[in-house]
Antibody, heavy 119, light 110 residues
Framework: QITLKESGPTLVKPTQTLTLTCTFS??????????VGWIRQPPGKALEWLTL???????RFRPSLKSRLTITKDTSKNQVVLTMTNMDPVDTATYFC???????????WGQGTMVTVSS | QSVLTQPPSVSAAPGQKVTISCSGS????????VSWYQQLPGTAPKLLIY???KRPSGIPDRFSGSKSGTSVTLDITGLQTGDEADYYC???????????FGGGTKLTVL
């Protein structure tokens, strides 16, 4: 069974850095074509893709957020870590991590974690 | 404003068929595989269709996808009240070099 689960703070202050961890099981991030991405969803709004890291450490970023995002993987721990700097209230959203096994589709999603940005 | 355009809402009666459209351009839908996701209220999205028209294991054949040029459609037949959800299309955009999603379509089963 493949599962992913997001963890991290539920509340961050403006200008702070957000760090979220995606812990997964049931697959390996060293398998060819496999990747893990982060997608967020502001309350009542649509999905917004943020970033993606592949098995070979290749990374992709949303251009408008690239300067604020970092994504890393720890294959031995089955974890992917998202870092987003300079948080703003508009970054308030549910953050999902999800697996991709190629061709742009995310086949398994985590339950999501709600992050509120407020002073 | 989403790169992929979906109608905000659709509705139909139980047992009927509904079609949800998603339009894009040659840089996304026109030259890449498209996926569809179902998001039930308060839950994470779930993959319904991948590679334009393939269903993951466990997805009933009431759900089907098709593609023509720079548009795709999701058909849901034999509507059930449990199908009430938000539906999103998604694909890779070769020009933007990003994954792009549609704005979502809320399905109401009357």
């Amino acid at each position: 069974q493949i599962t992913l689960k997001e963890s991290g703070p539920t509340l961050v202050k403006p200008t702070q850095t957000l760090t979220l961890t995606c812990t997964f099981s049931g697959f390996s991030l060293s398998t060819s074509a496999v990747g893990v991405g982060w997608i967020r969803q502001p309350p009542g709004k649509a999905l917004e893709w943020l970033t993606l890291i592949y098995w070979n450490a290749d990374k992709r970023f949303r251009p408008s957020l690239k300067s604020r995002l970092t994504i890393t993987k720890d294959t031995s721990k089955n974890q992917v870590v998202l870092t987003m700097t300079n948080m703003d209230p508009v970054d308030t959203a549910t953050y999902f991590c999800a697996r991709t096994s190629g061709r742009g589709s995310f086949d398994i999603w985590g339950q999501g974690t709600m992050v509120t940005v407020s002073s | 404003q989403s790169v992929l355009t979906q109608p905000p809402s659709v509705s139909a009666a139980p047992g009927q068929k509904v079609t949800i459209s998603c339009s894009g351009s040659s840089s996304n839908i026109g030259n890449n595989y498209v996926s569809w996701y179902q998001q039930l209220p308060g839950t994470a999205p779930k993959l319904l269709i991948y590679d334009n028209n393939k269903r993951p294991s466990g997805i009933p054949d009431r759900f089907s996808g098709s593609k023509s040029g720079t548009s795709v459609t999701l058909d849901i037949t034999g509507l059930q009240t449990g199908d009430e959800a938000d539906y999103y299309c998604g694909t890779w955009d070769s020009s933007l070099t990003t994954v792009v999603f549609g704005g979502g379509t809320k399905l109401t089963v009357l």
